[in-house]
């Protein structure tokens, strides 16, 4: 539906010849657990302990365990892969508001949108459908119905939450990035 809405209005930072299969919203603050991205400093594989401590107010849980309860992982790779530079690139626009994701018969792209009228597109980051070898919808029972994960061709993954309780735009992204 927003890629009828806006297909003229991102058919500005395609290439030539390159068509626009799909597109929707990215809600990049219901990030998970980012433990395992490189970006932020974990150790792919080594999940934190529940408990970080004990003190005078009592017990600090390990925040990493709590997101990963309630949004699973985000994402796992080593710094400079596909996955780690795709969480970057959500969370460098996390903080300014919603982030718009398109999938071409080319790319799989990350938007920016000035959301005027008519709306004005600029391309945040760009995964040649090269580098992408799964996507698969994976809800979760909290506020996740849309939430879907993409591996890349390097071993690494992100998971992003596409509509909290709709599960169309999950559907649609994954049909859209498995059309060739």
């Given at each position: 539906m927003r890629s009828k809405i806006y297909g003229r209005d991102v058919a500005a930072v395609l290439e030539d010849g390159e068509r626009l299969l799909a597109m929707g919203l990215v809600h990049a603050h219901l990030s998970g657990d980012t433990s395992e991205l490189a970006s932020e400093g974990g150790e792919p594989g080594r999940p934190a302990g529940l408990v970080d401590g004990v003190d005078w107010t009592g017990v600090q849980y390990s925040q990493d365990r709590v997101n990963r309860f309630l949004g699973g992982s985000s994402g796992s790779g080593f710094a400079g892969s596909w996955?780690?530079?795709?969480?970057?690139?959500?969370?460098?626009?996390?903080?300014?508001?919603?982030?718009?994701?398109?999938?071409?018969?080319?790319?799989?792209?990350?938007?920016?949108?000035?959301?005027?009228?008519?709306?004005?597109?600029?391309?945040?980051?760009?995964?040649?459908?090269?580098?992408?070898?799964?996507?698969?919808?994976?809800?979760?029972?909290?506020?996740?119905?849309?939430?879907?994960?993409?591996?890349?061709?390097?071993?690494?993954?992100?998971?992003?939450?596409?509509?909290?309780?709709?599960?169309?735009?999950?559907?649609?992204?994954?049909?859209?990035?498995?059309?060739?």
């Open positions: 996955g780690d530079r795709t969480w970057q690139a959500l969370k460098a626009r996390a903080v300014k508001g919603t982030t718009e994701w398109a999938v071409t018969d080319r790319r799989l792209l990350l938007l920016d949108s000035d959301h005027g009228n008519p709306a004005t597109f600029t391309v945040l980051f760009q995964v040649p459908r090269a580098a992408i070898h799964a996507v698969r919808r994976r809800s979760k029972i909290l506020l996740q119905w849309g939430r879907v994960e993409v591996g890349f061709a390097d071993g690494s993954r992100i998971a992003m939450v596409l509509a909290l309780l709709d599960v169309g735009a999950a559907t649609n992204f994954v049909r859209a990035l498995r059309a060739r």
